[in-house]
């Protein structure tokens, strides 16, 4: 599958294992299980090597060009050494320029590995990982997963790890059911894999791991606009079972039925020509087009109300915003089966 | 010279308790007794919106500060306790949502002092009641006992003179300010401003008695041209669509007026402190002074949006008043009461909504639009409680 042989974690068991480390790392992106593997894989790298190689980790904050320089030192014998500059992104000129000093003439032994987010406010610092490119880093991306494929293929690397194999729909139910934190994931693969013996389906999956662990207010309007009351309660109880605020599903709440109310009043047309009209992206008029179907005028009048209503009492007018909310997802469902 | 309380507009029974307790302040100062109480360390002045409680407030001071102990409006005490400049004057004017208890604290300290260069130290409070619960605990003590030579003048609006705590209004002696009637607004307006007569006339009628919009409406054209957009609505909303047109309409002015206004402003006051805090500097020692200065300039924005928030939700508030005013209107006529109309230049409107609906519907309108300014101070987003207002304007 491209996409597995693409992704960064794949290759960090090969920089492992490689007999003579690189001098220069660049850890680059923001994803923290990746960038704390990256260093790991790194300084094992180094200790391959040396096994008394010493290891120094320091944000670059806390760091002068002199303490750096005395850091990266040669020394007598040419100990092994890992020194590990995190934050990199917060790297002054001055500090910047002692780094590019030093590869120009690197000392022996030295194993220098640069953490760094990928952004960064001064120039010093955004260009920094352009440059240390050019010096013939090693380069690790680590950035931040945010596509559900790439998450999936996140998983299935992490079973694979541990020795074990894992189905498509055990894929999507351990996402479902652990959510979308990296270091989740993976202890909940490896654990996984320990218990069933390495193989991983889906029924394995749902005997360890219940629920649903990512719901959005969201997802709650969306269930609620749609009229399915049984649904619209379940996510609702779920929401609140992991603490989404109450605020953001009452926002949501509010979004949802106006954008219905908002598209069935302009009537049916083009999404893409309505949407300059409206002031909305042409999907969110398409999908609403979909969900205006069971409405009239009238329920929406009174949803639109509720959703004003529960905005207040979410934000201290409610003794109770759990129920407040609660009453608010069966007023809007009971709003559109009234006709 | 006229005398500082012409400022005050069409309140003559307050002014005349005003004036006895300055010259009794005066007797007192010269070491004569005070045998009737005229004077005492602290008032309370409540009004509706636009009456002038601080313009009250602000010229009861400059007659405290008077050196002919009158309110002459010629000695340096007057002029520079009206202008706002006077030493021994401390004006607490919240521009945020709330007064703070650490602000209040410090004004305390400030208020013990004795006074420098007139004889009364003299503490303003505007909006006494944005004061939080913290805040007014802070001042309790200082207003139920002050030093001798210090007056404590607080102002809240007279709708809510619950929102001032109970423990504070028992202290204070209460002034009550009048809604001003139309004659004495016109008159002001002609006279302080230079409107010509027809203006002022049309503008005093039209500002629900409060002056500072009677001012605003017959010297900006802006002003105008929104108070009409406003007042369109309720019969302007014939197709569904128009509800969210309209309520944009209503929001967008309330933004762009917010927006306006910290245009001017914060760009200037980022650079003043950031001036003030030395920036630009080069050499040792610049990079620590800049963290403090960054850190001022953060606390600055913050205060910043604060100060936003509150003109936008002033703007809109406006607007609601505008709104209800008009139902308002509806329902005088159409229960043929005599009742002088809050917008007389849309009287052609009310008649046309009064024969349309039924009286009941439009109390339920009146009502959507006072939910909607209850639902804003409970800090809805301005837009749902808008639109489920202007919703249910339609509807009926």
Redesign the interface.
């Known amino acids: 599958m491209p996409l597995q042989s693409m992704s960064p974690w794949q290759d960090l068991g090969v920089t492992a294992s490689s007999a003579a480390p690189a001098p220069l790392h660049l850890v680059l992106g923001d994803e923290e299980l990746l960038v704390d593997r990256a260093v790991h894989a790194a300084v094992g790298a180094a200790r391959a090597v040396d096994e008394t190689a010493e290891l120094t980790r320091v944000k670059v904050s806390d760091l002068t060009p002199p303490e750096l320089a005395e850091l990266v030192s040669p020394s007598l014998f040419s100990e092994g050494r890992v020194i590990v500059l995190e934050q990199a992104q917060d790297i002054g000129q001055e500090l910047a320029d002692a780094v590019l000093a030093y590869l120009k003439d690197p000392a022996g032994g030295v194993t220098l590995v640069v953490v760094h987010s990928g952004g960064g406010r001064s120039k010093a610092a955004k260009s920094l990982p352009t440059t240390l490119k050019k010096a013939g880093a090693e380069v690790t991306e680590c950035a931040k997963i945010t596509k559900p494929a790439e998450r999936e293929a996140f998983v299935r690397a992490e079973v694979k790890r541990a020795g074990g194999r894992i189905d498509a729909a055990g894929v999507s139910a351990l996402v479902d059911a652990v959510g979308s934190d990296l270091r989740e994931l993976s202890s909940a693969a490896t654990q996984l894999v320990a218990d069933s013996g390495g193989k991983v389906d889906e029924e394995a999956v749902r005997r360890y791991h219940r629920g649903k662990a990512d719901v959005t207010g969201f997802l709650v309007a969306e269930k609620a606009v749609g009229g399915d009351r049984a649904a619209a309660l379940e996510t609702l109880r779920w929401a609140q079972q992991i603490g989404v605020p109450h605020v953001l599903i009452a ?1 949501a709440l ?1 979004d949802a039925v ?1 954008t219905v ?2 598209v ?3 009537g049916r047309g083009n999404p893409n020509q309505l949407a300059g009209e409206l002031g909305m992206p042409p999907w969110k008029i398409r999908k609403a087009q979909g969900q205006t179907r069971g409405w009239n ?2 329920g ?2 009174a949803a ?2 509720t ?3 529960v ?2 009492e979410v ?3 409610a003794a109770d915003p759990d129920y407040a909310l609660e009453r608010a997802v069966l007023d809007v469902v009971g709003a559109k089966q009234s006709r | 010279m006229t005398s500082v309380w012409s400022q005050v507009v069409g309140q003559e029974p307050a002014v005349e308790a005003l004036r006895t307790a300055a010259s009794a302040a005066a007797a007192l100062v010269a070491g004569e007794p005070d045998p009737h109480g005229g004077m005492t360390h602290a008032w309370l002045f409540t009004g509706p919106p636009g009456s002038g409680r601080s313009v009250a407030a602000r010229t009861f001071a400059a007659a405290l500060q008077c050196s002919t102990g009158t309110g002459c409006g010629g000695c340096s005490g007057c002029r520079t306790a009206v202008a706002g400049t006077h030493a021994d004057v401390r004006l607490v004017v919240p521009e945020g949502l709330s007064i703070s208890v650490s602000e209040m604290r410090s004004l305390v300290q400030a208020a013990a002092r004795r006074p420098t260069t007139g004889e009364w130290q003299v503490v303003i409070i505007e909006d006494a009641d944005r004061l939080t619960e913290g805040a007014s605990n802070a001042l309790l003590k200082a207003v139920e006992e002050p030093p001798d030579r210090t007056v404590f003048l607080l102002c809240a609006p007279s709708d809510h003179p619950e929102d001032v705590s109970v423990t504070i209004r028992s202290r204070c002696r209460l002034v009550t300010l009048r809604t001003p009637p139309p004659e004495a607004i016109a008159r002001v307006l002609a006279e302080r401003d230079g409107v010509d007569e027809s203006t002022a006339n049309w503008a005093a009628s039209v500002c629900g008695g409060h002056v500072g919009r009677a001012r605003r409406l017959a010297t900006d054209e802006a002003a105008r041209s929104r108070r009409d957009a406003v007042l369109r609505i309720p019969l302007g909303l014939r197709r569904p669509g128009d509800v969210f047109t309209c309520a944009d309409e209503l929001i967008k002015t309330a933004e762009s007026d917010a927006a306006d206004e910290s245009k001017a402003r914060d760009e200037a006051e980022a650079e003043e402190l950031r001036t003030a805090m030395g920036s630009g500097g080069t050499g040792k020692g610049v990079a620590a002074a800049k963290r403090s200065a960054d850190a001022a300039v953060k606390q600055l924005e913050k205060r910043q949006k604060s100060r936003a928030t509150r003109t936008q939700r002033d703007t809109l508030d406006l607007a609601l008043i505008d709104l209800a005013g008009f139902y308002r209107d509806v329902l005088v006529t159409s229960s043929g009461a005599g009742a002088a109309l809050n917008h007389p230049d849309f009287a052609e409107q009310s008649r046309e909504a009064a024969r349309e609906w039924t009286p009941a519907s439009t109390l339920r309108r009146l009502e959507a639009v006072l939910e909607c300014r209850d639902a804003i101070t409970w800090n809805v987003k301005p837009r749902i409680a808008v639109e489920a207002m202007v919703t249910t304007l339609r509807e009926g």
Request: zero cysteines; a positive charge; hydrophobic letters at 60%.
């Open positions: 926002d509010a106006r109310a908002r069935s009043a302009a005028a009238a929406l009048a639109m109300r959703v004003a209503r905005n207040a934000k201290g007018a």
